[in-house]
């Protein structure tokens, strides 16, 4: 199938991936004194009172907004937040379809970081999460960061988040494979935007050995001259060694590369050149910065990548739907790095010792256990943490 092309026809016909339909009935007078006035006034009177009512009395606790602003849609780059509204539809149907969190896509007209987070905060009271979406670093780390400071409720960036637990899941899972022990692999990171740094830092976490990040400039060092604040920020806890030079240098012994980059820029010489056992995730899409292939030939153990066509896709619907079902759930006020961490541990743990190979690390796109497992170790990890106000069977 033309996949490009056929979409193309089937959004023609659809005019919009999205519907919203009643929950309630609205069929007779009583239906609409019930729903509307003048009984709606009671459940207005209690929010007042009280603002927390708002999760139980309205659709807030089991609502996610996906924000975006264009800037950076889907490997399409600033195509603009009109032209990103189908990828932002696209991203509300798997919230409903794998985590049973509904959600409302708003593509903001501004590239202005204050304008934003306001407009993100004025609307926060009429939802239960945000989900920050396609927007270029570093602004994405300051939108993030601001939100979470305003609002009282989760804010999570899928492009950095989601992409960190799903790789961290698939890494384990390879680790073992490979058996080694990750306090003692290296690992590069091709690729220093949001996701890549947000993979360095839960990997980190995690407690791997040692990471050293590369960008297109090369090697990412303190002394690196036109780095972000960000990643200048990360050049003080990676490279341990002060490496100098391009992707190669970076690759030669390397047990682990993950690219988050662009398609192409690594050979087989260079996956020959890593340690043995080695862990090769190109994940560029659509085109891999290796074909699959081509690094198993030259003596990558284990290889994943971002598509459904190849074994061991490291696809972020593994984790996001989940995420939020587990802290809307528990009502918490953020998503942090034992929520991150719980996430990715029960990703990987749905593969069984017995099951476990080179071609199946991961869980598919489409097993079921996977959103209610995320949810579950999230809602637990919240609770654990200090971060949640109920637990699931309260909500």
């Given at each position: 199938m033309d996949y490009r092309a056929e979409s193309l026809k089937k959004h023609y016909?659809?005019?919009?991936?999205?519907?919203?339909?009643?929950?309630?009935?609205?069929?007779?007078?009583?239906?609409?004194?019930?729903?509307?006035?003048?009984?709606?006034?009671?459940?207005?009177?209690?929010?007042?009172?009280?603002?927390?009512?708002?999760?139980?009395?309205?659709?807030?606790?089991?609502?996610?907004?996906?924000?975006?602003?264009?800037?950076?849609?889907?490997?399409?780059?600033?195509?603009?937040?009109?032209?990103?509204?189908?990828?932002?539809?696209?991203k509300c149907v798997l919230f409903k379809a794998f985590g049973g969190v509904d959600a409302i896509p708003l593509c903001i007209k501004s590239g202005d970081v204050d304008e934003i987070v306001r407009t993100v905060y004025l609307l926060s009271g009429s939802f239960g999460g945000i989900n920050l979406e396609d927007i270029s670093a570093p602004r994405c780390f300051e939108i993030e960061r601001r939100l979470q400071e305003l609002c009282d409720i989760p804010i999570f960036h899928d492009d950095q988040h989601g992409t960190a637990v799903v790789t961290a899941a698939a890494l384990k899972n390879a680790l073992k494979v490979v058996n080694k022990r990750i306090e003692d692999v290296r690992c590069v990171i091709n690729g220093a935007g949001a996701a890549g740094i947000s993979?360095?830092?839960?990997?980190?976490?995690?407690?791997?050995?040692?990471?050293?990040l590369v960008s297109s400039r090369g090697i990412i060092a303190e002394d690196t001259e036109g780095i972000n604040p960000a990643?200048?920020?990360?050049?003080?806890?990676?490279?341990?060694?002060?490496?100098?030079?391009?992707?190669?240098?970076?690759?030669?012994?390397?047990?682990?590369?993950?690219?988050?980059?662009?398609?192409?820029?690594?050979?087989?010489?260079?996956?020959?050149?890593?340690?043995?056992?080695?862990?090769?995730?190109?994940?560029?899409?659509?085109?891999?910065?290796?074909?699959?292939?081509?690094?198993?030939?030259?003596g990558a153990a284990v290889v994943g990548t971002g598509r459904s066509d190849f074994d061991n896709q490291i696809n972020n619907v593994l984790a996001f739907p989940g995420?939020?079902?587990?802290?809307?759930?528990?009502?918490?006020?953020?998503?942090?790095?034992?929520?991150?961490?719980?996430?990715?541990?029960?990703?990987?743990?749905?593969?069984?010792?017995?099951?476990?190979?080179?071609?199946?690390?991961?869980?598919?796109?489409?097993?079921?256990?996977?959103?209610?497992?995320?949810?579950?170790?999230v809602a637990n990890a919240a609770m654990e943490s200090g971060v949640a106000r109920t637990t699931p069977d309260k909500r």
């Open positions: 016909e659809w005019r919009g991936k999205l519907d919203i339909t009643p929950r309630v009935p609205v069929e007779n007078r009583d239906d609409l004194s019930l729903a509307y006035t003048p009984g709606v006034a009671e459940p207005c009177l209690e929010i007042e009172k009280d603002l927390e009512k708002s999760f139980a009395l309205t659709g807030r606790g089991n609502l996610v907004a996906v924000v975006t602003d264009g800037s950076a849609v889907l490997g399409l780059g600033n195509i603009g937040p009109e032209a990103g509204m189908p990828v932002m539809e696209g993979v360095a830092k839960l990997l980190q976490k995690m407690g791997i050995g040692e990471i050293v990643q200048r920020e990360m050049a003080k806890v990676t490279n341990p060694r002060r490496l100098r030079g391009k992707l190669a240098v970076a690759m030669k012994d390397a047990d682990v590369f993950i690219g988050l980059s662009v398609p192409g820029v690594v050979s087989g010489d260079m996956v020959r050149s890593m340690a043995k056992g080695s862990i090769v995730f190109p994940m560029s899409n659509p085109t891999p910065e290796i074909d699959p292939e081509e690094a198993i030939k030259a995420i939020l079902r587990g802290a809307l759930d528990t009502r918490a006020r953020c998503i942090n790095d034992a929520m991150k961490l719980a996430a990715a541990h029960a990703i990987a743990d749905l593969i069984s010792n017995e099951d476990l190979r080179p071609g199946y690390i991961i869980p598919f796109a489409f097993d079921k256990r996977v959103g209610p497992a995320v949810g579950r170790a």
